[in-house]
């Protein structure tokens, strides 16, 4: 079983930036692929951005791309995701998940293992 705890959340103008961090449990932590979820009030989740369990691999959405960077410490059991530039759209719950490949890591229904979130506040 993995555990997933999310921080870094918070409230910041448009323009700014924040690190979310997404804090894992167990030993398995590099086996795993990371992803990071969004869910905006009123929307469904979406996906964010996935990295593989080494790391050398990601994919992100669209709308993030150049703004967003998923990345990895294994050593530390846990998986960051810097947000540049941030904007009023990209307000939301922000959520980690585990899954067995990157691929999977890519689609909600893929994830084995969810965090509880951490809420992203952008003012304009």
């Known amino acids: 079983q993995v555990q997933l705890v999310e921080s870094g959340g918070g409230l910041v103008q448009a323009g700014g930036s924040l690190r979310l961090s997404c804090a894992a449990s167990?030993?398995?932590?590099?086996?795993?692929?990371m992803g990071w979820f969004r869910q905006a009030p009123g929307k469904e989740r979406e996906f964010v951005a996935a990295i593989n369990g080494r790391g050398d691999s990601t994919y992100y959405l669209d709308s993030v791309k150049g703004r967003f960077t998923i990345s990895r410490d294994n050593a530390k059991n846990t998986v960051y995701l810097q947000m540049n530039d941030l904007k009023p759209d990209d307000t939301a719950v922000y959520s980690c998940g585990g899954a067995g490949r990157l691929g999977l890591a890519r689609t909600m229904d893929g994830i084995d293992y969810w965090g509880k979130g951490t809420l992203v506040t952008v003012s304009s």
């Open positions: 167990g030993r398995t932590f590099s086996s795993y692929a």
